[in-house]
């Protein structure tokens, strides 16, 4: 006997007891939905938040844990977002590798289906090219290559591939394409020995920066790195009188300048000197040109009649 009541109990308090899954709750006829997104334009595998707010047609929230659906034609997105209590809720869209425009569309209940693109991946709208430094001397040396790739909105384009090419020495890279990174940077390093130089007939070289653009086509930036040489010396004269003008015609980029004139005044360090003879004669004029890498000497007699 005792055992059939406390069955009966057993059986009672089950029948009060509420069931514990009763469903998502459904929005009402109404209901407002919108929907935003940030960022607005991510790498091909970057993220982006998407943000949704559910309003009652009276403007309160709906019930928390409302379910909003989502899709999306590109990327991969959370299928189902629960709203909060201030009728709130958040999903996520991440880059699956593909380039182009994500459209994301999210809908609960009875109200309308609303939509939002999220640009994915983008291709450049241009590119700057830097080079560190902007010249090597003939023995050769290290140089750094910046690339700094944006988008339409000029905007730092990650996971932009970008290729470096030079005519001489050699890329870290190997000539391998390149990834951006988070602000729209690629980096590489080039060496340049004296040997890579001695082919080189003038004092420059090319360095190029390619990366694919909008519209299918390539975005190209090319450096002109300068070669510094020891200079050759030179320089041409015009006698007017006893005084004479001297012009500097050195190549390879001399920095500095010591003329010698001849006779028992001090040198002069300009590039262009004037100079007055105080009797008449030939003096032997001797011009020596420098730069950071070396020096040249270069003589011409010079004939005073007055």
Not at 89 to 100: E, N
Not at 159 to 182: C, H, I, K, M, W
Not at 212 to 224: E, K, L, M, V, Y
Request: hydrophobic fraction near 40%; proline fraction near 6%.
């Amino acid at each position: 006997m005792m055992r059939r009541l406390a069955l009966a109990a057993l059986a009672g308090l089950a029948l009060l007891t509420p069931a514990c899954d009763e469903g998502t709750p459904i929005a009402p006829e109404g209901a407002i939905l919108r929907i935003s997104a940030y960022p607005t334009r991510i790498a091909k595998t970057g993220e982006s938040t998407i943000t949704m707010s559910l309003l009652r047609s009276n403007g309160l929230p709906v019930n928390p844990g409302t379910e909003i659906r989502l899709s999306s034609n590109l990327g991969i997105v959370d299928a189902i977002a629960l709203t909060d209590a201030g009728g709130n809720a958040t999903a996520k869209l991440h880059g699956d590798g593909r380039v182009g425009t994500a459209t994301v569309t999210a809908f609960t209940g009875a109200s309308e289906p609303v939509t939002l693109d999220v640009a994915v991946g983008q291709l450049a709208a241009s590119m700057s090219f830097q080079v560190t430094p902007s010249s090597v001397p003939e023995s050769g040396g290290n140089l750094a290559l910046l690339a700094l790739v944006r988008d339409d909105q000029a905007q730092p384009l990650p996971d932009a591939q970008v290729n470096f090419r030079s005519e001489v020495g050699t890329l870290d890279s190997g000539g391998r394409f390149l990834v951006t990174n988070p602000q729209g940077e690629a980096r590489d390093e080039l060496v340049v020995s004296a040997s890579d130089l001695q082919n080189i007939g003038g004092n420059t070289f090319e360095v190029v920066a390619e990366v694919g653009g909008s519209g299918g086509g390539i975005i190209s930036r090319t450096f002109q790195v300068g070669i510094t040489r020891p200079p050759q010396a030179s320089f041409t004269f015009q006698v007017v009188g006893n005084t004479v003008t001297f012009t500097d015609t050195s190549t390879g980029g001399p920095t500095g300048w010591t003329w010698n004139f001849g006779d028992s005044t001090p040198v002069s360090t300009q590039r262009n000197p004037v100079h007055t003879y105080s009797a008449p004669g030939s003096y032997i004029v001797t011009l020596t040109a420098r730069n950071s890498i070396g020096s040249d000497t270069a003589s011409n007699v010079v004939q005073i009649n007055q």
